[in-house]
Nanobody, 120 residues
Framework: QVQLLESGGGLVQAGGSLRLSCAAS????????MGWYRQAPGKQRELVAL???????NYADSVKGRFTISRDSAKNTVYLQMNSLKPEDTAVYYC??????????????WGQGTQVTVSS
C-alpha cells in the first residue's frame, strides 16, 4: 500500500505564506506526476498545481505568480509554497500522486487533506 502524508496547513492572515508538504511512502517503485488540489465548501475539487515526472509544472490561473510547486524525488515528496495568500484560497488542500507500485502497475492516490484558512 501507498500512503500520502500531508502537513503544513493552518490559519494565516491575508498576504501571508504557508508551505505544504506531502510525502509518499510504502511500496513504491517510482512516483510519476504529483500535484495539489483544493476543495472549498460548496465547490468542486480543483487542480492547484502539478509537477510532472518530466520536470514540468502547471498552475491554476488563480494561483500563478503566488504559488510554487516543487519536489524532492529522492524523498518522494512534493511541496507547495503559497505566498500572498487570499481569503479565496481557503480550502482543504489534497495531495495527489500517480505511483508505480510494480513493473506494470500505476495507481493514483490521494492524501487525507489539510485545511488552509486565510483570514481577511
Amino acid at each position: 500500500q501507498v500512503q500520502l502524508l500531508e502537513s503544513g496547513g493552518g490559519l494565516v492572515q491575508a498576504g501571508g505564506s504557508l508551505r505544504l508538504s506531502c510525502a509518499a511512502s510504502g511500496r513504491i517503485f517510482s512516483v510519476n506526476d504529483m500535484g495539489w488540489y483544493r476543495q472549498a465548501p460548496g465547490k468542486q475539487r480543483e487542480l492547484v498545481a502539478l509537477s510532472t515526472s518530466g520536470g514540468s509544472t502547471n498552475y491554476a490561473d488563480s494561483v500563478k505568480g503566488r504559488f510554487t510547486i516543487s519536489r524532492d524525488s529522492a524523498k518522494n515528496t512534493v511541496y507547495l509554497q503559497m505566498n500572498s495568500l487570499k481569503p479565496e484560497d481557503t480550502a482543504v488542500y489534497y495531495c495527489n500522486a500517480d505511483v508505480r507500485t510494480g513493473a506494470q502497475y500505476v495507481h493514483n492516490y490521494w492524501g487525507q487533506g489539510t485545511q488552509v484558512t486565510v483570514s481577511s
